[in-house]
């Protein structure tokens, strides 16, 4: 299917496509835009972020040099596809078959994994060197992503459903879908949101 279907079908979908963000040059940070105004504090609003945004806080706490850190410099560019608080409620119920109530506990079942575990989830969900607006990632389904964890995802049509799905290297778990595009827009380091967490290994 051709780019411009592909794009008919992101806006069909509800999704904001916005113009390719390869020229941005704004320098605010992934981590910065998602702890903007109290973002990032535990709610009931499983559409948002704050899971992801206190497991990259946790990581850095505990390790201040791991390669997580690229996301709080806003000089460098990065992609990163962002799980939603739902999507890391549905990676705690397929490894534990528990489905804690409150983000909170969400939260600490993540950290039950193990920092390292932890970091190198985050790291398969962020793509360095790159700033991928929503026609860009468009433009490049079928194609695969090198992450920063050194593994990667494929990037493909998804018919009738959602437009952009991203196939992980678990054969078994439903693939993630891209919900929101472009977060951080005119930035170097940009964000789109995914429904579920990519896993960079079969589970």
């Given at each position: 299917?051709?780019?411009?279907?592909a794009?008919?079908?992101?806006?069909?979908?509800?999704?904001?496509?916005?113009?390719?963000?390869?020229?941005?040059?704004?320098?605010?940070?992934l981590?910065a835009?998602?702890?903007?105004?109290g973002?990032?504090?535990f709610?009931?609003?499983?559409?948002?972020?704050?899971?992801?945004?206190?497991?990259?806080?946790?990581?850095?706490?505990?390790?201040?040099?791991?390669?997580?850190?690229?996301?709080?410099?806003?000089?460098?560019?990065?992609?990163?596809?962002?799980?939603t608080?739902?999507?890391?409620?549905?990676?705690?119920?397929d490894l534990?078959g528990?489905?804690?109530?409150?983000?909170?506990d969400?939260?600490?079942?993540?950290?039950?994994?193990?920092?390292p575990?932890v970091?190198?989830?985050?790291?398969?969900?962020?793509?360095?060197?790159?700033?991928?607006?929503?026609?860009?990632?468009i433009?490049?389904?079928?194609?695969?992503?090198?992450?920063?964890?050194?593994?990667?995802?494929?990037t493909?049509?998804?018919?009738?459903?959602?437009?952009i799905?991203?196939?992980?290297?678990?054969?078994?778990?439903?693939?993630a879908?891209?919900?929101?595009?472009?977060?951080?827009?005119?930035?170097?380091?940009?964000?789109?949101?995914?429904?579920?967490v990519?896993?960079?290994?079969?589970?």
């Amino acid at each position: 299917m051709s780019a411009l279907a592909a794009a008919g079908l992101l806006l069909t979908a509800g999704l904001a496509a916005a113009p390719s963000a390869s020229a941005a040059t704004g320098t605010r940070s992934l981590a910065a835009y998602l702890t903007a105004g109290g973002n990032g504090t535990f709610d009931s609003n499983g559409k948002d972020y704050d899971i992801v945004t206190q497991a990259v806080l946790a990581v850095l706490k505990a390790k201040p040099d791991s390669a997580v850190k690229v996301l709080t410099d806003g000089t460098t560019a990065a992609t990163a596809f962002l799980p939603t608080d739902n999507a890391f409620r549905i990676l705690v119920k397929d490894l534990t078959g528990k489905s804690p109530k409150s983000e909170k506990d969400v939260f600490a079942a993540v950290l039950k994994l193990g920092v390292p575990t932890v970091e190198t989830v985050l790291l398969y969900h962020v793509i360095p060197g790159k700033t991928l607006g929503a026609v860009k990632v468009i433009k490049s389904l079928g194609s695969s992503f090198t992450t920063a964890q050194g593994g990667s995802f494929q990037t493909y049509l998804v018919a009738d459903i959602l437009p952009i799905g991203l196939k992980d290297k678990d054969p078994n778990a439903r693939d993630a879908h891209v919900k929101v595009v472009n977060l951080n827009y005119g930035n170097k380091q940009i964000a789109h949101g995914v429904d579920r967490v990519l896993r960079p290994l079969d589970l």
